[in-house]
């Protein structure tokens, strides 16, 4: 077997189909299942169950997927730190993030960052969800993801940054705009703007509504934070959302930031496969937006460490 069986034949368990493998690597299918077969004659076992929408890990396919995708990440990240090691203050960083990320939580330590490593390449990725995240981190894909945190992942650390309380947004001219703050129980009649359902700060914002027996109703959904606040500024809807660091709010301006002090902050920072065994460009770039985040925080509205 090689390191290329091995490689896809873990794409395969997770995109549970071979055609979609062939697609992200832009070969037949045909390829793809030759490094499958050439698994399952060197294990002598089988590999992959044949399903009508796919295929999923036989028992032993799920142990191969186990242990193939630990050396793989562990073989990633040993050739980082040599190339590292012999390049000096080269190398590249592999960053998860949302659509608002960058603008809210990095811009700072972006540009202090570039100054200081100009020989670095970074590298910004997208990613739909947590979990997405997790897996890109456990493989090695990526070296580090900004989060939302949550509860423990198996493999993976996190580390809070910053807590981020919520915030009502909403038009200059809305009749609650002049409030100094908010109570939930204030809310249980409007309409708000959704943040996706299948997010990790709609879930924590949920589960402090349920906490406090409440449950806000929505007629309008968007997919980013900085979709709501427009939406909200044009006085399309009322919006509750996260103290994002660097948002200003003058006082002549068409959006109002009310705070609503009874939920809970919501907690952002990184997450690592291992925090120790991060490539040194890649620690230097997390280690600068904790040292941003430090110093601009109390700068955003009603921003909390």
């Not at 799920?62 to 073989?75: D, T």
């Not at 739909?128 to 989060?147: K, N, P, Q, V, Y």
């Not at 994002?244 to 990184?270: H, K, Y």
Request: hydrophobic share 45%; glycine share 10%; charged share 20%.
């Amino acid at each position: 077997m090689t390191l290329e069986d091995l490689r896809v034949f873990v794409a395969v368990c997770r995109a549970g189909s071979l055609s979609a493998v062939a697609r992200e690597l832009g070969c037949t299918q045909s390829a793809v299942s030759q490094h499958v077969k050439r698994l399952e004659r060197e294990t002598g076992v089988g590999l992959l169950e044949r399903r009508p929408r796919g295929v999923v890990p036989t028992q032993a396919g799920r142990i191969l997927e186990a242990a193939a995708a630990e050396g793989i990440a562990g073989l990633g990240l040993a050739l980082r730190q040599v190339r590292d090691l012999s390049d000096g203050v080269s190398g590249y960083v592999r960053v998860a993030t949302g659509a608002t990320t960058v603008r809210h939580f990095m811009s700072d330590a972006l540009v202090a960052y570039r100054r200081a490593h100009p020989g670095v390449n970074l590298e910004f990725r997208t990613v739909s969800s947590g979990r997405g995240s997790f897996d890109a981190l456990a493989d090695g894909t990526l070296d580090l993801a900004w989060i939302t945190l949550g509860p423990p992942v198996r493999g993976i650390e996190q580390r809070r940054v910053v807590d981020l309380p919520w915030m009502l947004a909403v038009p200059a001219d809305d009749p609650l705009a002049g409030l100094p703050h908010v109570d939930v129980a204030d809310l249980r009649d409007v309409r708000l703007i959704r943040l996706p359902p299948n997010s990790a700060s709609a879930a924590h914002l949920d589960a402090s509504c349920a906490r406090l027996g409440v449950r806000f109703s929505y007629d309008t959904g968007v997919a980013d934070w900085d979709t709501a606040l427009l939406l909200a500024e044009l006085g399309v809807g009322r919006a509750v959302v996260p103290a994002l660091p660097g948002l200003s709010q003058p006082a002549d301006g068409a959006l109002r930031l009310i705070p609503v002090p009874a939920l809970r902050p919501l907690p952002v920072g990184w997450a690592v496969r291992r925090w120790d065994a991060l490539s040194p460009p890649a620690r230097a770039f997390a280690d600068l937006v904790i040292e941003q985040r430090g110093r601009t925080a109390s700068a955003s509205p009603g921003a909390a460490d």
